[in-house]
Each structure stands twice: as C-alpha cells, then as structure tokens.
C-alpha cells in the first residue's frame, strides 16, 4: 500500500491519501496542525529564516543610495543604472507567489535551500560582474531566488507558532521588514564609504557570500523536514496559473520600472492587467472546481475574515510608504549634496521607531486587533505630515527630521507586523506560503509604483524643496487609502465578533 500512496489536494478539507486502490486513510494517518506539540527549537528557527528573510529584503533597499556610485564604477547612464534597482523588484515579485506554493507542497526546508544557494551565487555574480549587462541579468536572477525565499517565512511561522507565540513571531517577522526597508540606506551608506565611491557598491552584495554560506549552513541544521506523510508526492504544480498571475504581476510592474528609466510605451500594458487577473482568478476557480490543487486559492482566502482588506491594507502602505523614504534620500543627495552615509544616517530614526514599535506591536496585536494597525497608520501620517511642515528648508535640518521620523517609524513598525498577522491568521498552514506570498507581492507591488509615483511628483516640484513637499503629499494620500482600508477591516472585525 505504501507504494501505491500518494497525497491530493482536496477543497475545504486540507490534504487527503489516496492510492490507485480505494484505500481509505487510517484515523491514526490524519492530523490537525493546530493540535501538535510546538519544535522546541521553534526560536531558533525563526531567527535563522528572520536573518535569511532580512538578507533578501535589504537588498531591496540598500541600492537606493548607490545610483551614483553604480553611475560612475561602470560608466552608465542612470535610466540604465534603474533597471539595476528596479529590476530586483520585479523579478521578487513575480516569483513570490509561486516560490510560496512550491514550499507549501515540497517543503520549506527544500525551497529555503534551493532559494538560498541561488541567491549567493547571483549576489556574487553582481558583485563580479564587468558589464552592466550582466549586472542587471544578475540582478534579476537575484530577485528571482529572493522570491524562492521569503515567503518561507510566513510559512515557517503559520506552521510552528500557535495562538500568541504567532502573534509575537509575525511581529518579530514585520520588525524584520520594516528594518531592512529603512536601514538599507545606512548600511549602503557605511559600506560605500569604508570601500570607496568608484567600487564600493560591489560590496553591497558581495557581503551576502559569507552571510548567506553561513545561513546554509544554519538551514540545513535546524529547519526541519517535513515528515514524509506530508509530503505531496507527485505534487502537481499550478504552472498555468503561475504562468497567468506572472504575467500580471509583470504587465504592472514593468510599466512603472519602465517609467523610472524614462520610458512610457509599456505603460500601454497595464490595460492587460485587468483581463490577465480576470484570467488567473477563473483558472483558479476551475481548479479548485475540480478538485485540483491551485497555485493561489482564490475562493478560499476571499472568504477568510479579513484576509483581501489586509492585503490591500499592506500593498496600499507600502505604495505610501516606500516612496517616501526613497524621495527623501534623493533629496538629501541632490540638493542638499549629503553624501550617501549622512542620507542614511538622517533617516535611521525611522528605523529606530520601526525597530522598537514592531515586537511591542506583535506582543499585543492579539489583544487589541486592527485597532493597533487604524492607529499605526494615523501616527504615521502624523509623523509625515509634520515633516512636511517643518523640515524642508529648515536648518539645522536634523533637528526637524529626527524626531518626526522617529514618530513616523514608531507608527510604521506598528503597521506591518500586526497587518501580517491578522490578515494571515486565519490562513491554514497547507496555504501558508502561498498566501503568505500574495501578501508579500503586494508589498512588492506598491513598492514599485510607490517609488515611480513620488519621484515623479518630486521631479514636477519648481524647487527641490516644493518637490519634496509635493511628493510627500501624495504619499499622505496614499497613506490615508490604506487609512480607510484598516477602518473598513476594523468594521469587519467588529461585525465578526
């Protein structure tokens, strides 16, 4: 019989054996996940995926303050040097989704190994690189193996933390994604400094070879694999729907990448956007209709409490968010000429209020719910609003901008982690990863149009501080979409309750 078995997706009721014989599954054989005894090395684990996590999302960042010195040590235009920035974003989010399925079925330990050798290697590739063409080549197959590897992590927390522990593991979780996204300019700041402006953003990505040989080493240690009555032998992969929500993702995206490099053809793709989700969603559903495991389970997750308002939550921060601290470094650097360390060092207190609201966040997120997150997003915009009002034309300029981006920060570490939590919390663990990457390529996706949007609006300004001003409106408008989002979650909760 055991050669015979082999395990099937099955709608509402999680996995399912089967055999070529009708061979009904041994009560013993089933399992409820919520039921188990919590990995005693369930910690541990989490730092390890947290760091490997961090090394990938900071490589998101840390770029924003190496344009110039990318510009000079390989003698390109900036439109060019975009697509070195740009083109990680793209590539990570293409693949997030599939990269989350794909642990959900073959196991996370397999994909965090697979996902992270693939990211050393492009990340030395990068780094040795002698053309710029091959710099961006490398780049994307580094964002490419960057979206194997993060959602992992929602994975990897859905299926050994329970109840509070959850909590407390996603916040540590959002605490990681806030802080690589705003200390990347400070880390990119310090290593080109220490290693010269003509070659020091070679390094910006050499360091993640001995980092990530280490987190290899950590992976195949203590993550632990996934017992072999749950793995989904002969596991058939949604390549159709992969295929369609790629396509999706890359008719939105390319566009805005497009549009930061100076060009404005492909903005004639985003009419496919709709028609191409339009598609994914009917393919899933005919899947699901059928008894076939899908990449994404669209019916399933549209019906969990909380789930679609929180992505859209998550994807409208980030396009808020993002932006601003991007167009605030620009600034910093092209009109108040501050070199790369002091732009990232004017903007650590938003990494420091992220890096102390986050865990507090997490811990208590259970017990308040989305109220944390609707009052988050107005601190938040508190922060930024009196940036806007007091810091621009200013000196000293520090004395404006650290402590409004330090409450800026202290609202933004409370946003993440919370909204992860809650919008996953009633995810099952078999679609943790997937799931957890769809929520992931939303960030993803605001990223990028966040970026486009607010370096567009600075570059309308007639002045660099008017820009400023202008783009950190818009942002504001963003974020006060997200603002609505998060009270209508709140209104669902409470009607939930």
């Given at each position: 019989m055991g050669a015979n078995l082999r395990v099937e997706w099955a709608p509402g009721a999680g996995e399912r054996v089967v055999s070529e014989h009708a061979v009904d599954v041994p009560p013993e054989r089933e399992h409820d996940d919520r039921a188990e005894a919590p990995d005693p090395r369930r910690w541990?684990?989490?730092?390890?995926?947290?760091?490997?996590?961090?090394?990938?999302?900071?490589?998101?960042?840390?770029?924003?303050?190496?344009?110039?010195?990318?510009?000079?040590?390989?003698?390109?235009?900036?439109?060019?040097?975009?697509?070195?920035?740009s083109g990680y974003a793209l590539a990570f989010g293409l693949t997030l989704v599939a990269g989350g399925r794909l642990g959900d079925a073959y196991g996370r330990r397999r994909m965090m190994l697979i996902g992270l050798t693939g990211f050393v290697l492009s990340s030395a590739a990068v780094g040795l690189a002698p053309s710029v063409g091959l710099v961006i080549a490398?780049?994307?197959?580094?964002?490419?193996?960057?979206?194997?590897?993060t959602p992992q992590s929602s994975g990897l927390i859905q299926q050994l933390f329970r109840g509070p522990e959850r909590a407390r593991a996603f916040g540590m979780f959002g605490f990681t994604v806030s802080t690589a996204a705003a200390i990347g300019p400070v880390l990119g700041g310090l290593i080109i400094a220490a290693a010269g402006e003509a070659d020091g953003w070679r390094w910006l990505f050499l360091i993640n070879v001995p980092i990530g040989a280490a987190a290899l080493v950590a992976v195949a240690t203590l993550v632990?694999?996934?017992?072999?009555?749950?793995?989904?032998?002969?596991?058939?992969?949604?390549?159709?729907?992969?295929?369609?929500?790629?396509?999706?993702?890359?008719?939105?995206?390319?566009?805005?990448v497009s549009v930061e490099s100076g060009a404005?053809?492909?903005?004639?793709?985003?009419?496919?956007?709709?028609?191409?989700?339009?598609?994914?969603?009917?393919?899933?559903?005919?899947?699901?209709?059928?008894?076939?495991?899908?990449?994404?389970?669209?019916?399933?997750l549209r019906g969990l409490p909380g789930y679609v308002n929180g992505l859209t939550v998550g994807t409208l921060y980030f396009t808020g968010y993002t932006g601003l601290i991007l167009v605030i470094s620009v600034y910093l650097q092209e009109a108040l000429h501050y070199s790369p360390l002091e732009a990232g060092l004017?903007?650590?207190?938003?990494?420091?209020?992220?890096?102390?609201?986050?865990?507090?966040?997490?811990?208590?997120?259970?017990?308040?719910?989305?109220?944390?997150?609707?009052?988050?997003?107005?601190?938040?915009?508190?922060?930024?609003?009196?940036?806007?009002?007091?810091?621009?034309?200013?000196?000293?300029?520090?004395?404006?901008?650290?402590?409004?981006?330090?409450?800026?920060?202290?609202?933004?570490?409370?946003?993440?982690?919370?909204?992860?939590?809650?919008?996953?919390?009633?995810?099952?663990?078999?679609?943790?990863?997937?799931?957890?990457?769809?929520?992931?390529?939303?960030?993803?996706?605001?990223?990028?149009?966040?970026?486009?949007?607010?370096?567009?609006?600075?570059?309308?300004?007639?002045?660099?501080?008017?820009?400023?001003?202008?783009?950190?409106?818009?942002?504001?408008?963003?974020?006060?979409?997200?603002?609505?989002?998060?009270?209508?979650?709140l209104r669902v909760q409470d009607q939930g309750a």
């Open positions: 541990r684990i989490l730092g390890v995926t947290l760091t490997v996590g961090f090394m990938s999302l900071l490589d998101v960042s840390i770029v924003n303050v190496a344009i110039p010195s990318m510009r000079e040590g390989l003698h390109t235009s900036s439109a060019t040097i975009q697509w070195v920035v490398a780049r994307l197959l580094q964002g490419a193996t960057a979206g194997l590897l632990p694999r996934r017992p072999p009555d749950r793995v989904e032998h002969g596991a058939r992969i949604d390549v159709v729907g992969a295929v369609l929500l790629g396509l999706t993702v890359l008719a939105l995206l390319y566009p805005v404005r053809l492909p903005l004639l793709l985003l009419v496919l956007v709709p028609v191409l989700a339009f598609a994914f969603a009917r393919w899933e559903l005919h899947l699901r209709r059928h008894e076939r495991p899908p990449l994404l389970d669209v019916e399933l004017l903007i650590i207190p938003f990494a420091v209020g992220s890096a102390v609201s986050a865990p507090l966040a997490g811990r208590y997120v259970s017990d308040v719910g989305r109220r944390l997150t609707v009052g988050a997003l107005v601190v938040v915009m508190t922060g930024t609003l009196l940036f806007l009002l007091l810091a621009p034309g200013r000196d000293p300029l520090w004395a404006w901008a650290v402590p409004t981006l330090l409450l800026a920060g202290l609202g933004g570490g409370a946003v993440i982690s919370p909204n992860i939590t809650l919008t996953l919390a009633d995810v099952p663990p078999r679609m943790g990863g997937a799931a957890g990457g769809a929520l992931q390529t939303g960030q993803r996706i605001g990223s990028s149009i966040g970026a486009a949007l607010l370096v567009t609006a600075y570059g309308l300004g007639s002045t660099p501080v008017v820009g400023l001003r202008l783009a950190l409106g818009t942002g504001l408008v963003l974020l006060s979409l997200a603002l609505v989002m998060a009270v209508r979650a």
